[in-house]
């Protein structure tokens, strides 16, 4: 399949189906909010390199996690009952996404412009996040795309034994609250298959996208 070049004018993207089939759909373009809502709104992420163009990816494959059934397990349990590290929505949304960056040294797809992008992004009300808090200090954390009744993860972070856990256990508890369809995790880890995750098909994926995009 062929890799298609986006414009800085037009803010529209291909059909996911024709990405390659590592996923590969598109470069270029730019990270405006309209360009992220409309890449989310049909499954593609942005994913590369600092300094280097943009790629956008669209997994035929989806790893995802049913906010219902993210799984806890009894030693987690007890850590959350001390009651030591406490989770927080949407406080300091600067901070965790700086702070996901910063503990990625080595990996660093998660730069400057990332950043200010989905700090727009959560301006405008299209992303949220989790952090875990030791006190004032930030431990753990999480962040990522809401639209409609979906999160797509982004990154996450763990500075503390379980911060990350007890970050994506209260994602969980939040969205099944509101009830959101599928945290979107893009790919495998097997941190996140610990956590309850697994693969869906594209079809699958598509399907729950559509039904829930704009349900409010």
């Not at 301006?123 to 962040?143: D, H, I, N």
Request: aromatic share 12%; glycine share 10%.
């Amino acid at each position: 399949m062929p890799v298609f070049k986006l414009t800085k004018q037009s803010k529209l993207f291909p059909p996911p189906a024709l990405a390659d089939h590592d996923g590969l759909l598109a470069f270029g373009g730019d990270l405006s909010v309209e360009r992220l809502v409309n890449a989310y709104s049909s499954g593609i992420f942005p994913w590369y390199n600092p300094g280097e163009e943009i790629l956008w990816w669209s997994p035929r494959e989806r790893f995802v996690i049913f906010p219902k059934e993210i799984h806890i397990s009894r030693s987690m349990r007890k850590v959350i009952a001390k009651g030591e590290l406490v989770a927080k929505v949407n406080e300091g949304f600067a901070e965790v996404i700086y702070t996901c960056g910063k503990t990625r040294e080595g990996e660093t797809w998660l730069g400057g412009d990332m950043q200010a992008a989905y700090n727009e992004l959560f301006a405008a009300g299209y992303a949220m996040c989790v952090g875990v808090y030791r006190g004032k200090e930030l431990v753990g954390g999480l962040y990522g795309v809401r639209l409609g009744k979906c999160f797509f993860g982004e990154s996450m972070f763990s500075a503390a034994p379980n911060g990350s856990k007890i970050a994506l256990i209260k994602l969980c508890e939040v969205l099944a609250e509101e009830g959101f369809a599928f945290v979107d995790c893009q790919f495998h880890t097997p941190h996140l298959e610990s956590m309850g995750g697994r693969y869906i098909s594209w079809n699958e994926y598509h399907r729950l996208l559509r039904m829930n995009l704009e349900v409010e």
